[in-house]
C-alpha cells in the first residue's frame, strides 16, 4: 500500500466545500464585528461551491477524495455521491436564505461587536461546515467528530436568546444529542474491533451478519435517531427549536436534524447493507409512522405558531424514515427502491425548504405580532401578505399537495409503496397529509381572518426578510414543477439495479 | 501474568465500584469526588492496555480539567434536584434496560474475531513518510489529521458555546469571577510555584510528543492548567474575551493547521498532506500551535463566560 | 485477556453510565454520568486497540484522545449552560418542573 | 310561401314581444294582441301544407306541419285569440301591469298556435309547455288572493301535466328512435313501454283538456283571470290537450283497452261537469264547468276511436273544437260585457248569449248542433254514443243555468253600456261560433247541406234542447241545490295538503355540542406528556435500541 | 411545436395573470382589471381557435417528465376543450361581475390572484391528459378556492372554510390513493389509452373505482359528500358562482366523467356493473339536493343545494353507461353551469342592490330589478327543464338515454327533480314578477333598467341566461353544446 496516494482527478471542490465555512468560522472569531459580511461573502460562494461539487459529480459520477493522500482504511476519505451532493446544495440554499434573513436582525451597530452578531454567523459557519463534513464524510469516526461539531454549534444557537426556558431545552437537547453521539461511537467502536477498518467503502466489503454488527447497527442506529428526533425520541426538539431565534430554528429544523437522517441511510445503505433485515426496516418505519400521527396530532393542538411548526418537524421527519423499507432497505434490490429513494429524498430537500420558510415566516409573525399565539395573530395576513403567503406555500409543500416538492416526494413514496405491497405505509402517507392540512390551515385561518381595523406590525418587518422567507417557500414550491434534475443526480452512486425507475 | 491478571482485576472492580458510586451518590459533591477518583483510576486502566497517551491525556483531561469544572462548578449551583426522580417501577424498567444494552455489548466484545483486524501494519509501513517516531502522533497529525482539525473547532465552537451564554451587556469582558487568593495562602503559594514547572512539564510533554508518548493536547491541557492555577490565585487575570490578541491566540491552531492542510493541496498533491522531507518539521509547527491554542482554548472553558465587563 | 476484561468493563461503564443520564435529574449528575458513559466506550475502545497485540493499535489510541477532548468541550458547554439555567430559575435541572 | 307561413306564424308573436323591448313600441303593446295571431289565421286558411322541416338548427331538429284537422284546430283559435285579443286590448287599457299580461299573452299565444302546428315532439313540447307555463301569468294576473289560489292550483297541475307529457315523449322518443310525431306515434304499439307511455300520454292531455279528476284548476282558473284570459283559457288552451290526444293516440293501429277507459272516463266527465256546474253561482265557474263537460264528450269521442281503430275521428273532433272554441270563448267575453252592461240594454245581450249557450247543447241551425252530428256517426250506436247523446240535455241544463247566473252579474247602473271595444269583438267571436262550424261542415262532402236540415235531423237535436231548458227551469224552481266550493276535488286535496306540510318539513337538528378534546387526541396529549419526560425518554431510547438490536438479529 | 405551445398559452393566460395580479398593489384597479380582461379574452380567443380545428379532428399535446414513470401531461381534446371553453367563457363574464360586486373592498390582488389561479387550476383540469395532471391540477383548485371561500374572513366563512377543506382534503386523499393503487398495478395512465385496465381483476376495480370516484365525487357533491356546498355559500357572489358553475364542482364532475370515459372506459364500467350503483348514487342526490332546497330560506342556500343537485345530472349520464344519456350529461356540464352562474350572479346582485337575502324578501323582485329577474327566471325555468332553455335538452337526453339503456326508472328521478326544482324556483319566479314589492302597493311595470345595480351585475346575468336560452333553442348547431357534446360521445365511441 503506497502511503501516498495518487493526486486525484478534478478540483477537490469536496474539500473546498467543508473548509470554507470552517475557515470562515475560525476567521470570524479575530474579525468580531466583521463576521457578519464574512458570513454574507462566504455563503454565496459556498453555493457555487456546492453546485460546482454538484456538478462534478453529475459528470464524472461519485467522486471520493483520500485527505492527505492516506487512503482508508488509514486515512479519510471524502466521498461525494448523488445524495450528498444534493443535501450539500440544499444547505447551502436555505443558509443562502437564512442569511438573508438573518443579515438584519444580527447586525452589529457600527464599529462595536455585539455577543449575537458575532456569535450567530460564526456559530451558522461552524454549523454548516459540520453540515458539510456530515454530509461528505466516509469514515465512520470522523462521522462522530462532524456530529459532535453540530451538535456543539447547533445548541448554542438553540440558546441564542438565554431566556431560562431556552436554556432548559438547550440542555436538553445536549443531553440527548451527546448519548445518541456516544451510542454512535459505541457502534463504531465495535465495528472496528471486528473489521479494523471505519471507512464506509471498505465496511460494505468487509461487514457480514455477525453479533458485533447487529450491536453496532442498532447503537448507532438508535444513537442517530435520538439525535434525528424521530418519535418516541423527539422530546428535545419542539422547545428547542421553537425557542431559537427564528433564522436559527429554521436551520436546525430544516438541515441539522436532517445530518443523522442523511447518517442513518449512509449506515443502512451504504456501510451495512447486507445487515440490515426487512424487519429492521419495518420497525423503522413504524417509529416513522408514529411519528407521523403523533406529531401531526400535536402539531394541531398547540397554541403557538412556533410550536406548532416545531410539532410538524417531528411529523415530517417520520416520513423520512417510511422510505427504508421502501427503498429496499434489509432486502434485494427491487426496481421500486429508486422511486422510494428519491421520494425520501426529495421530502428530504423539500421539507428543508418548508420548514426553513416556516420557521421564518412565524418568526416574523412573532416580530410583527410581539407574540406568536396562532389565534391572536388575526389579521397578519393583511399586514405580512408575503409573509402568509411563503407559509401558504410552504405548508402547501408539507401536506405533499401539488405542485410542490412535497407532493411529488410524496407521490413517489405512495406509488413505491403500492408497488411493494406495503399499502399500510400508504395510508399512513394520507392520514399524515390529512392532519397537516388541518394544522396548516389552523394556522392559517387566524392570519387570514378580516379585522375591523387593519392591523399594522408591532415593529416594521423590512422587504428582504420577507423576500428571503418567499423565496424559501418558492424553492420548496419549485422542486415540484422540476425535480427531474435531482432525481438523475440521486442516482449517481446508487446500485445499478434501481436505476430503472419506477415505470 | 497471574499477578497482574489479579491486578487488574482488583482495578477493574474499583473502577466499577467508583463509577457506581458516582452515579449513586446521594449528592452532587461526594459524586463529582467519586468521578475525580474514577478518571484516575481509569487513566491507570490505560496504561495496563498500553496507551500510555491515552493515559496522559485521561489524566490531564478526563480526570483534572473534568474534574475542575464540575468541582468548581459545584459551589455556584444547589446540589439537590428538586423534583423527584423516577419511581421504583422505572428506575427498575430503566435498569433493566441498561443492564441488558450491557450485556449485549458484552456478548458483542466476546464475539470480536481472532486474530484481530488492526492497523497497526498499516501504521508501520507509512510511518516513516512522516518522520515522526510516536505513531499516535503520526496519526493525529497525518493519517487522519482531519479529525484532529476537527477536533480543535469542536473545542473553538464550544468555547463559542460558553461565550454565547454572557449576557449581552457584559459582552467582551472577562470570564468568571474575579479570583482574590490571600498573598501568603496555600494557593497564592502554589500558583508562585507551580506554573513554572507545569511550564516546563507542558514543553516537556509537547516536545517528546512526536517520538515519545505525549503531544499537543497533553501539553496543552498541562499548559492549560497551569494559566487556570494562576489565576485561581490571582497572580493574573483572565483576559476579556474581546482582545484581539487572546483571539488570535485561539484561532493560531486551527489557522495554522489549515493554512499547511491547504499548501498540502499544492505541494503534496492533496489537503492535509505533507511532502515526506519537509513532513517532521511542519507537523511539529501545527502541533506548537495546536498546543498553544489548545491551551488557551481549555483554560477559557474552564474559566467559563465573561461575568465582568471588560 | 486484558483486554476482554477491560472489554467487558466498558461494557458495564456504559451501562453504569447510560442508567444515570437516564435516571438523574440534576444537569451535574447527568453530565457526570455522560463523561462515564464516555469513559466505558473509550475503554471498550482501548480493549479493542489491545486486541491488536502487544503496544496495541496507534489508531484506536488517537481516536480517544480525540474523543476524550471533545467529550471536555462538550462539558465544558454542558456546565455553561447548567451555570446560567441556576442563575435563571434558581434550579439545576432542565426538566420542566410539574415533570 | 306557404311552406313559410306555419314558421310565420309562431315567429310573429315572438318578433312582436322582442319588440316590445323598445320603448316606443311597448306603449303600444296591447294593441299588437290582435295583430299578433293574423299570420297564423292566414296560414289556417291558406290550407294544409304538409311536413315543413326548415329548423334543423333549432331545438333538436324544429320541424312544423299542418294538416288538415290542425288547419280547423289553428284557424279556430286563430279567430279566438284576435277577438279577445281586441277585447283585452280595451279590457285592460291604462291598468296597472297590462304590459306584464300582454307579455304572458304573447308567449301563451305563440305556445297555444304552436301546439297545433309542431311535428317533431321536441317542438310540441316546448309549445305545450309555453301555453301551460306561461297562462300562469294570465290567470295569477289580477293578484287577488283568489287569483293566487288558483295559480298555484293551476301551476301545481300544469307542471305534473308537463312532467308526464316529458316523460312520455321521452318514451316514446327512445322507443321509436325519431323525434318526428308521426312515426313515432306508429312505433307505439310496438313500445315495451307502451301502456306506460299511454298512461303519462293520457294523464298530461287530459289534465290540460280538463278530464276528471284532473279537471280542478279549471274552475279556479277560469274565473279567476281576467275575462279575455279566461276565454282563450277555455276556449283554445283546453283544446291544446284534445289536440295532443288526438296527435298522439295511436288511432290508425287502435287499442280496445285504452279506448274503452277513455271513452268512459270521458263520459263520466261530461255528466260530471255538469252535476258540479249547477250548483255554482258565479257564471265564469259555470262555463268552466260546461268546459269540463264538453272536452269530456271529446275525450269520448276519441276513445271510441282508439277502441276502433278510427283515424278517421279527427274531422269531427277538429269541428267540436271550433265550435266550442268559439262559442265558449264569446260566452266568456260576455261574461265581461254583461257585467259592463247595464239592466237597460241587458236584453239584446242576453239574448245573444243565450243562443251561444244553447248552441253547446246542440240547438239545431248552429254550430253546436254541426259538431254533434259530425260527432254522431264516429260515437257509434253502442251505450257510448247514447250517453253522449245524452250530453245534450245536460249541457243544456247547465247552460240555462248559466244565463241565469249571468243574468245576476249585470252593471249595478241601469243605463251601463260596455264600451265597444269590448262588444265589437265578442260579437265577432259569437258570429264566428255561428259561421265556422258551418263553413267547415259544408265544406265536407257533398250533401251536407241537406243532411244537416233533414227535419229528422233537426228534431233529434231539438228535443234534448227542450228538454234541458225545462229540467233547468224545473230545478231553479224546486230545487235547492248545495253550493259546492270551486274546484270542488281540489279544496279535499288542499286540506289534506294542509295537514301533510308540516309533516314533510325536515325537523331541526341541534348540532352536537362540540366535545373539546376527542379521545384519540386526549390520549395523545397525555402520551406526548409521558415521552416528554426525561425518564421516559430515556426509556424509549433503550426500547429503541433493543429493538433495533432485536430486529436486525432475530428476525429475518 | 405549435401544437405543444397552444395547451400551454391557454394555461398560462389565467395562471400568468394570477401571479402577476398577486404582486399588485391593492389600488392599482385600472391595471388588474386591464390584465384580468386581457386575460379571459386572450384565453377565449385560444379556444376558439382550437374549438375549429379540435372539431375537424385536431389534438394538441404537452408532454414533459416530471419523475421517469410521471409525465406532466396536457391535452387538447374534444372533451377538454368543453371545459375549457365553458370556463373561459364564464371567467370573463365572473371577472366583469366580481370587479362590479367587490367595489372598493379590501384584498383584492388577493381576491382576483386566487380567482385567475382558479381558474387556471380549472383550465388544467380540462386539459389535464393524465390522472397525475389531473390530480396535481385538482389539488391546485381545492388550494386556490379555499382562500376565496374566506375571502370575507369572518368566523362563519372560516367554519366554512374549514368544513370545505376537511372535505375536499378527504376526497384527495382518496383519489391519490385511488391513483396511486391503481398506477402501482398498471402504470401511468393517460386518458386516451383504452383497455389498460382490462387485466386487473373485479375486485381491485371496484375499489379503485371507488376510491377514484368516491374522491371525486366530494367536489362533485354527491351525497353524502355534499356538505360543504352549501356551507361555502358565504363566499362572495361571484365565488359562488365560481365554486357552482365555473370551476370546482364542476371539476368534479369532469373529472367522474374522465374516469368513466377516458380510464375505465364505458365498455368496462358496463362489464363490471359499476354504473348502476353510482347511477344510483346520483339519483339519489338529485333528490334529496332537491328536497333539501325546498326547505331552504335562504336564496344562496337553496342554490346550493340545487347545485348538489343538479351537478348530478351529469353523473348521472356517464353512469347510466349508454352514449346518448352520456350526451346528456356532457351537455349539462356545460347548461348547467350556464344556468347556474346566471342564478348565483342574480342572487348577489339581488343582494347587493337590494339587499334581498331571503325568500320572503323577494317580493316584487322583477318589477325593481326586471332585467336581473327575467335573466333570473329563464335560468329557473331551464333548472326546471322547461324547454327552450338548455336545461331541457339535457334532460331529454338523460332520460331517452336512461331508457335507451335499460334504466327505466331513470326518468322518474327526472320527473321527480323536475317537480322539485319547480317547487324551489317558482316562488322566487313567483314572488319576483307577481307579488308586489312591500310599500308599492298599486305597483306599476317599472321602465326597464329603472332600478338595476351597477351594469357590472346587470351584464354578465343577462348574458349567461341569453346564452343558456340560445344553448337549447340552437341546440342542433353543431357548435352547440349539444353538438359538441355529440362529437366527443360519437368520437368516444367510435360511432
Redesign the interface.
Known sequence: MPPVAAPEAGFPWIVLAILLPLAGMVAALPLGRHARALALLLIPAGLVVALLLAAQVWREGEVTYALGGWTPPLGIALRADGFSAVMVVTTAVVLLGVALFAQSSFRAPPGEETRAALLFWALLLGLWGALNAAFLGNDLFNLYVALELLTLAAVPMASLEARAETLAAALRYLFFALAGSVLYLLGAVLLYGAYGTLDITLLAERAGPEPVTWAAAALMTAGLLAKTALFPLHLWLPPAHAGAPAAASAVLSALVVKASFFLVLRLWFDALPGVMTAAAGQLLAALGAGAILFGSVLALHQVRMKLLVAYSTVAQLGYLFLMVPLAGGGGAAQPWDAGAWSGGVLHAVSHAFAKAAMFLAAGLFLRAAGHDRIAELRGMGAALPMVTLAFGLAGLSLLGLPPSGGFIAKWLLLTTAMASGQWWWALVMFAGGLLAAGYVFRALTPLLARTETPVLPGRPVPRHQQWAVLGLALCSVALGVAPLMPFALLQVGRPEAAEEGIG | MTALWLLDLCLVAVILAVALSAVAARDLFAATVFFVAYGLLIALAWVRLDAVDVALAEAAIGAGLTGVLLLGVTARVHMEARTPGPGRGMRLAIGAGCAAVSVALAAAVLSLPVPAPSLVPAVEAAIPATGLGNPVTAVLLAFRGYDTLLETLVLLLALLGVWSLAPDRLWGGRPGLRHRARPEGTLAWLGRLLPPIGLLVGVYVFWIGSDQPGGAFQAGTILAAVWLLAIMAGLSDAPPVRSLALRLVLVAGPVVFLGIGTAGLFVAGAFLGYPPAAAKTLIVTVEAALTLSIAATLALLVAGAPERAP | MTATLYGLTGAALVGIGLYGLIVRRHALRRLLAFNLLGSGVFLLFGAVAERAGPGGDPVPHAMIITGIVVALAATALGVALVLHLARETGRAEPDPPEG | MTAALPWLALGFPVALLLAC?A?PVRAHMLALLPVAPLPALATALSGPVGLVEEG???????ALALDATGAVFLGATALLWIAAGAYAAAYLRGK?????FAAFWLLTLTGGLGVFLAADI?SF??SF??VS?TAY?LV?HE?TARA?RA?FIY?LLA??G???L??GF??L???ADSLLIAPAVAALPDSP?RD?TLLLLVAGFGLKAGLVPLHVWLPLAHPAAPTPASAVLSGALVKAGIFGLLRFLPLEAGMPAWGEALALAGLFTAFYGVAIGVTQSNPKTVLAYSTVSQMGLVTALLGVALAEANAGVGAAAALHAAHHALAKGALFLAVGVVAATGRDRLGWVLAAAAVLAVALGGLPLTGGALAKLAMKEPLGEGYVGRLAGLTSVTTTVLMVHFLRCLAATAAEAPAAAAPRGLVVPWLVAALAALLVPWGLHLAGEEGALAYALAPAILWEQLWPVLLGALIALALARWVRLPALPEGDLVVLGEGTARRVAPLL??PRIAPPPLRP?RG??LA??R??RV???????????????????A???L?? | MRGALLPLLVLATSLVPAVVIFFLSEHAWRTRTAINIAGAVGKLALVAYMLDSVAAGAEYELRFPLVPGLDFLLRVDALALLFVTLSAALWLLTTIYAIAYLGEGPHQSRFFGFFSLCVAATTGIALSGSLITFFIFYELLTLSTWPLVVHRGDGESFAAGRKYLAYTLGGSTSLLLGIVWLEGLVGPIEFTRHGTLAGLDSATLGICFLLLVGGLAVKAAIVPLHAWLPAAMVAPAPVSALLHAVAVVKAGAFGILRVVLDVFGIGLVQAEGLGVPLAAMASLTILYGSLRALAQDDIKRRLAFSTVSQVSYITLGVALAGPVAAVGGLVHLVHQGLMKITLFFCAGALAETLHIHKVGEMDGAGRRMPLTMLAFSIAALGMIGVPPVAGFVSKWYLGVGGLQAGQVWVIFVLAGSSLLNAAYFLPLVYRAWFVPPPGERAGGWTPLLAREGHWGLVLPPVATAAVALAAGLFAAVALSPLGWARLIVARDYGL
Open positions: 323591448l320603448r334543423p338548427w333549432l331545438l333538436l331538429g324544429m296597472a301591469l297590462a304590459e306584464r321536441v313540447y316546448l309547455a309555453l307555463l301569468g295569477v293578484e293566487h295559480a301551476i307542471l305534473s308537463e312532467i308526464c316529458l316523460l321521452m318514451l322518443a327512445a322507443a313501454w306506460l318539513r325536515p378534546r384519540l387526541t395523545l396529549t402520551a406526548e415521552l416528554r419526560e426525561w425518564p421516559a425518554a430515556g426509556l424509549s431510547l433503550l426500547a429503541v435500541m433493543l429493538l433495533l438490536g430486529s436486525v438479529a428476525l429475518p
